[in-house]
């Protein structure tokens, strides 16, 4: 089994975020997808970005 602090789960829809949450994850929120800015944000994802690259600081402080 993963540990939940080991699963990040990157979407571009709320659904995934809850899904994120359900996993006791970590949920990523990238835009550009179905959803915009503001329903993601409602999504409490831990992290929301634009581009996928915008997330490597946030990975290098996780597994650090």
């Not at 970590?26 to 970005?49: F, M, N, Q, T």
């Given at each position: ?7 990040v ?22 835009e ?5 800015r ?27």
């Amino acid at each position: 089994l993963v540990p939940p602090e080991h699963i990040v789960l990157i979407g571009d829809t709320v659904e995934e975020m809850e899904i994120a949450r359900e996993l006791r994850g970590i949920a990523i929120a990238l835009e550009g997808g179905i959803h915009s800015r503001k329903r993601l944000e409602a999504g409490r994802p831990d992290l929301l970005v634009k581009e996928l690259d915008e997330a490597l600081p946030f990975f290098q402080e996780l597994f650090r």
